[in-house]
Structures are given as C-alpha cells and as structure tokens.
C-alpha cells in the first residue's frame, strides 16, 4: 500500500511538472517580450526540464515494459507525458500562433554583425512591432505599438525591461527600388550614431 503511494505521488510530481512547463511554452507569447532581459536564461531553464523530462519518460517506458503493461497508473502516464512532449517537440513556440492574429508583416528591416548575431525591426499590420536580437542562438524580442508620420516610424515599447538602448524611433530611407531602403533607428534626437536596418520587405513607405 505505501509503495503504491509513494508510486502515485512520484507520477503526480512528473505529471505536474510536463503539465507545467507545457503551459509556460504556450504562453510563451504573453511573457517572454516582458522579461526580455532573462528570456534566454528562462529559455535555457526549459530545455533542461524538457530534456530531464525526456529521460524520466524513458525511465518510465522501461519500467512499463518490465512490468509487461499491468501498471495502468503508469501507461497513463507515460501516455499523457509522451502527449505533452510530443506537442512541445511538434509546437514549441505553443500550439496557437498568436501572432497571427496581429496581422501581416508589412515591414522587416534587418542587420547582421559579426558571429552571426544581429537585430531585426518588424512592423505588423495592426500597428504593433517587434525589435529582435539574437546572438549565438539565442533570441530577445521586444514589442510594442508604432504610428508613421511621414518618413518617421514612432515607437512605443511595451516591454518592462529589454535591450540596453531602447530606440525612439526610425527614419525610412529609400535605396534603390520602393521595397527596399534602410530604416535608421534612433535612441533620442541628440542620437548622432543611428543604428542601421537593411529593409527586405516594404509595404508601408510607398
């Protein structure tokens, strides 16, 4: 009796623990532009309660085999788990594409530095904007809501901490053809140094 109390108990710390880092990736889209500043450190943090989850489920399996199936608190287990996993494998940015729902990309400007790390500006369709950077793999994104006013691009950040220079707006340039161009992005209007975009898609300077 205590032995199958204490097997219950550690399925309902594996069950509880998939269950949540589950629902923390799907809700990935509300938190992680927040915490901008840790997000890879909380990234990191995921993949390592995945991958410890992964072989506790292997563990488990193993078991399930030994046992020839007559554990059913465990086969439910293992079937559930391998569900959850399987999801995050399949879906790891969350089973809904939030971001879909902010409408089409209508401008993307990026720039690629050395070591392949680098910024991109997106502008949505809704009026709503994403400032990324990654570096080595990991990724920082920081969004907000824009307005245009001439060849000026207004941004307000959303974001409660985020990259060490927040930028207040950008400068459209236009380079060649009406869909290309640089965006000059601008931390102040002392800001000497703009920090340059490379525009690849343009459906807002016409």
Do not use: H
């Not at 915490?35 to 890879?40: A, E, F, I, L």
């Not at 563990?59 to 995050?88: H, P």
């Amino acid at each position: 009796m205590n032995q199958t109390i204490s097997v219950m108990r550690q399925f309902r710390y594996l069950i509880v623990s998939t269950i949540l880092l589950f629902l923390i990736l799907n809700t990935r889209y509300y938190w992680e532009v927040l915490v901008s500043d840790v997000n890879w450190v909380l990234m990191l943090l995921c993949l390592i309660a995945f991958l410890v989850l992964v072989i506790r489920l292997l563990y488990q399996l193993f078991l399930m085999f030994k046992e020839r199936f007559q554990n059913r608190a465990r086969i439910y287990t293992v079937l559930l788990i391998g569900l959850l996993l399987g999801l995050i494998i399949a879906k790891p940015r969350g089973l809904i594409d939030f971001e879909k729902f902010e409408g089409k990309e209508i401008l993307t400007a990026w720039t690629e530095g050395v070591d392949g790390c680098g910024e991109g500006l997106i502008l949505k369709g809704n009026k709503v904007f994403y400032l990324e950077s990654f570096c080595f793999g990991f990724e920082d994104k920081m969004r907000g809501t824009y307005f245009v006013k001439g060849d000026t691009i207004k941004l307000k950040f959303s974001t409660l901490k985020g990259f060490t220079k927040k930028y207040k707006y950008g400068i459209y340039k236009p380079v060649g053809n009406k869909n290309g161009g640089e965006v000059l992005l601008y931390s102040s209007k002392k800001d000497t140094m703009p920090y340059r975009l490379t525009v690849f898609k343009n459906e807002l300077m016409k």
